[in-house]
T-cell receptor, first 116, second 114 residues
Framework: GAVVSQHPSWVICKSGTSVKIECRSL??????MFWYRQFPKQSLMLMAT?????????EQGVEKDKFLINHASLTLSTLTVTSAHPEDSSFYIC????????????FGPGTRLTVL | AQSVTQLGSHVSVSEGALVLLRCNYS??????LFWYVQYPNQGLQLLLK??????LVKGINGFEAEFKKSETSFHLTKPSAHMSDAAEYFC????????????FGAGTRLFVKA
């Protein structure tokens, strides 16, 4: 199956700093990428959908100025958590779909963000 | 709009027993349905998916699920549980509106007793 990677796998940062998380499709062109966050023992909540070359579409209640998403190429999307605070600590997971995936999404391994 | 309901946040079975995880969905158009498994601190792994072909879908690790349109269900089963099956399982639905946006159920934690 198609492979999606995320980097870093975990990050610890100080409150007020910004953190960038990368999501890459390794063996297919990801026309659409999705970003989710998952709180402990909870389900995945869709944050935003990004199409290559377009502005991301954010779900209701997600602050677009806080969670900056860029999908500049068919293999890379980035999520930047700006001015992070402890309540932003979470598990962030990306997924991608595109040519040859038959509509299935392939998930990255996730990034654990801890804000001190 | 799509939605997914997973009945039972926790399911406990004995090793060797039948596993049954329940999922009901709603969708205004024919859906794609998925089951994913998540081990602690890891991403999601696709177990199986239904995309309007055969209603009985076989997946990895001996799991299978049956799409029942009349019941709007997509329950996941495995004849004989193994200790390694202990994990969180998510049912999900998407359709070809909104760019295959996927909506996840709340998840069911499967415990397997020795």
């Amino acid at each position: 199956g198609a492979v999606v990677s995320q980097h870093p796998s975990w990050v610890i940062c100080k409150s007020g700093t910004s953190v960038k998380i990368e999501c890459r499709s390794l063996d297919f062109q990801a026309t659409t990428m999705f970003w989710y966050r998952q709180f402990p023992k909870q389900s995945l909540m869709l944050m935003a959908t990004s199409n290559e070359g377009s502005k991301a579409t954010y779900e209701q209640g997600v602050e677009k100025d806080k969670f900056l998403i860029n999908h500049a190429s068919l293999t890379l999307s980035t999520l930047t958590v700006t001015s992070a605070h402890p309540e932003d600590s979470s598990f962030y997971i990306c997924s991608a779909t595109g040519s040859g995936t038959s509509g299935s999404q392939f998930f990255g391994p996730g990034t654990r963000l801890t804000v001190l | 709009a799509q939605s997914v309901t997973q009945l039972g946040s926790h399911v406990s079975v004995s090793e060797g027993a039948l596993v049954l995880l329940r999922c009901n969905y709603s969708s205004s158009v024919p859906p794609y349905l998925f089951w994913y498994v998540q081990y602690p601190n890891q991403g999601l792994q696709l177990l199986l998916k239904y995309t309007s072909a055969a209603t009985l879908v076989k997946g990895i690790n001996g799991f299978e699920a049956e799409f029942k349109k009349s019941e709007t269900s997509f329950h996941l089963t495995k004849p004989s549980a193994h200790m390694s099956d202990a994990a969180e399982y998510f049912c999900a639905v998407s359709d070809n509106t909104g760019g295959f946006k996927t909506i996840f159920g709340a998840g069911t934690r499967l415990f397997v007793k020795a």
